[in-house]
């Protein structure tokens, strides 16, 4: 049982450049979720998903698209990478919803030059 | 609209000493509430969470908190620090369908 998975740990983008943060869990969770953290701000709820299908927007969402496809993975795209996406991203997943322990994987570390 | 206040942004505590850290909410007549601890390059770890009932909620760690109605609060406390509690401390509410979460607070303790 490996939890809540995230793929890369590190990340370097250049301006304008596209990528996609990989995401999965192995828990049969439904309530999935991608935050970003910065310095003083805490973490802000960029997407989130209630179930395979179903995605909706948080309090972040411009520049990044999620889907949901099966119960297990929730990858955040990135589509032109800006300086200001420069943060740590953590997934979270939880049994229901929102209201349940929210399981945090280790996060990725992105750079925007 | 700002749902979660923590209006310490540093607190340092001497180990042994007691701890209280605070947090303001401004969402919900009976607001779901939750803190999570999160170490040095780690993700968050939940400490405990209030839906209803009693008031004073035991967590893991030695931890509690108190939600007050009447202050929309709901401060984490633990009687004695440990150095192993050096970490930063996030409180959260559930707003809609949505977790939001506080600045959080960054727990130094001193030797």
């Known amino acids: 049982n490996a939890g809540v998975t995230q793929t890369p740990k590190f990340q370097v983008l250049k301006t304008g450049q596209s990528m996609t943060l990989q995401c999965a869990q192995d828990?049969?969770?439904?309530?999935m979720s991608w935050y970003r953290q910065d310095p003083g701000m805490g973490l802000r709820l960029i997407h989130y998903?209630?179930?395979?299908?179903?995605?909706d927007q948080g309090e972040v969402p411009n520049g990044y698209n999620v889907s949901r496809s099966t119960t297990e993975d929730f990858p955040l795209r990135l589509l032109s990478a800006a300086p200001s996406q420069t943060s740590v991203y953590f997934c979270?997943?939880?049994?229901?919803?929102?209201?349940?322990?929210?399981?945090f994987g280790p996060g990725t570390r992105l750079t925007v030059t | 609209a700002q749902s979660v206040t923590q209006p310490d942004i540093h607190i340092t505590v001497s180990e042994g000493a007691s701890l209280e850290l605070r947090c303001n909410y401004s969402?919900?007549?009976?607001?779901?509430l939750f803190w999570y601890v999160q170490s040095p390059g780690q993700g968050l770890q939940l400490l405990l969470k209030?839906?209803?009932?009693?008031?004073l909620v035991q967590g893991i760690k030695g931890f509690e908190a108190e939600f007050k109605r009447s202050q929309s609060s709901f401060n984490l406390r633990k009687p004695s620090v440990h150095w192993s509690d050096a970490a930063e401390y996030f409180c959260?509410?559930?707003?809609?369908?949505?977790?939001?979460f506080g600045a959080g607070t960054i727990l130094r303790v001193k030797s």
């Open positions: 959260a509410v559930v707003r809609g369908n949505k977790l939001v």
């Open positions: 998903s209630v179930g395979a299908g179903i995605t």
């Open positions: 979270a997943s939880s049994h229901r919803d929102r209201g349940d322990e929210q399981y």
């Open positions: 209030y839906f209803s009932g009693d008031t």
């Open positions: 828990m049969n969770h439904e309530y």
């Open positions: 969402y919900g007549a009976t607001p779901y």
